[in-house]
């Protein structure tokens, strides 16, 4: 008698290791893309490298018309950062502090944080201190998805787990 391994288990494996590695690579103008399920969660670090405009939004649901928060890193050509309530929208809040913004080269972290009505945008790998740029909604929503998309006619590259991309850091 001979067992054979099943397909599903090899690649159930290869999917949980791939799961933690996830390196999003969009191309220039890509609509919201790679739904993560964040209902667990308050905040997440975010690596991202690009020339401008790295896109992070907040949603309801996976529909995109359930956008609650949108985070716009180094937008306008990488002059500033913002946070939006609609997509494509008016900005909330900017900040032009050069810790805000992208770096081509180099992967560069951010922490995004929410609560049931308010957002939070922090340079670097702490939460708890530094600048932050935030906004407050005047109603409460449900944050459960967090998706990305590029927000010029550049390429965006977001990672939410350093460890697994050594070889592409360039710090
Ligand atoms: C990051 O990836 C490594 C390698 O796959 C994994 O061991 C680790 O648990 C991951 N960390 C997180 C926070 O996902
Ligand atoms: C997404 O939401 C909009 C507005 O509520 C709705 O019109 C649309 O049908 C939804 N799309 C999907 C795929 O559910």
């Not at 159930?12 to 690579?25: K, P, Q, T, Y």
């Not at 697994?164 to 360039?170: A, F, H, P, R, V």
Request: charged share 15%; aromatic share 12%; proline share 3%.
């Amino acid at each position: 008698m001979t067992v054979q391994r099943s397909p599903q288990f090899i690649i159930l494996i290869c999917g949980v290791f791939l799961s933690n590695c996830e390196v999003i690579d969009l191309g220039a103008g890509t609509s919201y893309t790679e739904f993560r399920n964040i209902q667990n969660q308050e905040s997440e670090l975010v690596w991202v490298k690009g020339r401008m405009g790295g896109v992070i939004g907040l949603f309801e649901s996976t529909n995109i018309s359930s956008l609650v928060f949108e985070v716009v890193i180094g937008g306008y050509a990488n002059s500033r950062s913002m946070l939006r309530v609609i997509s494509r929208g008016g900005d909330k809040a900017t900040t032009y502090d050069t810790q805000f913004l992208l770096n081509p080269n180099q992967y560069t972290p951010f922490w995004i944080k929410w609560t049931s009505s308010t957002v939070y945008l922090r340079p670097g790998t702490m939460d708890n201190n530094g600048p932050v740029l935030e906004w407050t909604r005047g109603d409460t929503v449900s944050v459960r998805y967090m998706a990305f998309r590029t927000g010029s006619t550049s390429a965006v590259k977001y990672m939410m787990n350093l460890s697994c991309s050594k070889t592409n850091i360039e710090i």
